[in-house]
T-cell receptor, first 111, second 116 residues
Framework: RKEVEQDPGPFNVPEGATVAFNCTYS??????FFWYRQDCRKEPKLLMS???SGNEDGRFTAQLNRASQYISLLIRDSKLSDSATYLC????????????FGSGTKLNVKP | DGGITQSPKYLFRKEGQNVTLSCEQN?????MYWYRQDPGQGLRLIYY???????QKGDIAEGYSVSREKKESFPLTVTSAQKNPTAFYLC???????????????FGEGSWLTVV
């Protein structure tokens, strides 16, 4: 079983839509969770960390569900510029120095 | 500006050749990482280093080697033993203390390696 699993998409949504992605992780001892954004042929960039209590940054909201071992990302009022691949990242539990990346969920926001 | 610099950005290798990808960071981060990304795939960990003169194999270390002689530098050598080296290689670093930037991993712009 993969450490981190994501629906690859693509999610095709109109501008202004609300879209949500989930990501599941296998190691219950994982402590750090992140969402990264990756544009085509570019390096991943941190979108936001995910905290136990959930957190919001403008149009983006991240949630952590430890009981079910998943994290989620909600994007409200989608913009064309939100089109990218969103990577879920989880640290390696007991080996917290290792970080595992999901394969990414592709989002296409259409005019 | 602080950051991670990878070079070269594009590299072509002939079969049987070793090549070395450079990674330098001026973020004063202790931890450094090398990942490989294939088209449409996630990142896979090749090697990582927590401190100078120490490094550990990741999930796909075969055919690769690294060194960590200086805190700022973590070069990756792709040897001829790596059977399918064509990929996008990403170097990253992290502040292990978490003081300056939490537990966040920061990436360089990546190096594209193609075997010809």
């Amino acid at each position: 079983r993969k450490e981190v699993e994501q629906d690859p998409g693509p999610f095709n949504v109109p501008e202004g839509a609300t879209v949500a992605f989930n990501c599941t992780y296998s190691n219950s001892a994982s402590q750090s969770f992140f969402w990264y954004r990756q544009d085509c042929r570019k390096e991943p960039k941190l979108l936001m960390s995910v905290y136990s209590s959930g957190n919001e940054d403008g149009r983006f909201t991240a949630q952590l569900n430890r009981a079910s071992q998943y994290i989620s990302l909600l994007i409200r009022d989608s913009k064309l510029s939100d089109s990218a691949t969103y990577l879920c990242v989880v640290n390696g539990g007991r080996n917290f120095n290792k970080f595992y990346f999901g394969s990414g969920t592709k989002l296409n926001v259409k005019p | 500006d602080g950051g991670i610099t990878q070079s070269p950005k594009y590299l072509f290798r002939k079969e049987g050749q070793n090549v070395t990808l450079s990674c330098e960071q001026n973020l004063n981060h202790d931890a450094m990482y090398w990942y490989r990304q294939d088209p449409g795939q996630g990142l896979r960990l090749i090697y990582y280093s927590q401190i100078v003169n120490d490094f550990q194999k990741g999930d796909i270390a075969e055919g690769y080697s690294v060194s960590r002689e200086k805190k700022e530098s973590f070069p990756l050598t792709v040897t001829s033993a790596q059977k399918n080296p064509t990929a996008f290689y990403l170097c990253a670093s992290r502040d292990r203390s978490g003081i300056s930037s939490g537990n966040t991993i920061y990436f360089g712009e990546g190096s594209w390696l193609t075997v010809v």
